[in-house]
């Protein structure tokens, strides 16, 4: 099978990556992950985990983008 038609592989973002995208800490994402309101990480070893960014660009852009009003 060539490169080419190889399924493309989403990257996994460490834990810098994935506050630099979301704009939130660590701690913050830990919570809501826990309460199901953001991706869960997968573990990559005993002591390493990221999350899919595939999932956490999804989160990102499904998140109600707020209007404010005009002020006069």
Do not use: H
């Not at 506050?19 to 992950?33: F, P, V």
Request: charged content about 30%; some cysteine.
């Amino acid at each position: 099978m060539k490169a080419s038609e190889r399924p493309q592989q989403s990257r996994v973002l460490r834990r810098s990556e994935c506050e630099a995208a979301t704009g939130l800490s660590y701690w913050t994402l830990k919570r809501m992950a826990k309460r199901g309101e953001f991706p869960a990480p997968i573990r990559l070893s005993a002591g390493a985990m990221g999350w899919v960014e595939d999932e956490v660009l999804a989160w990102r852009n499904s998140r109600p983008r707020t209007v404010y009003p005009a002020v006069k």
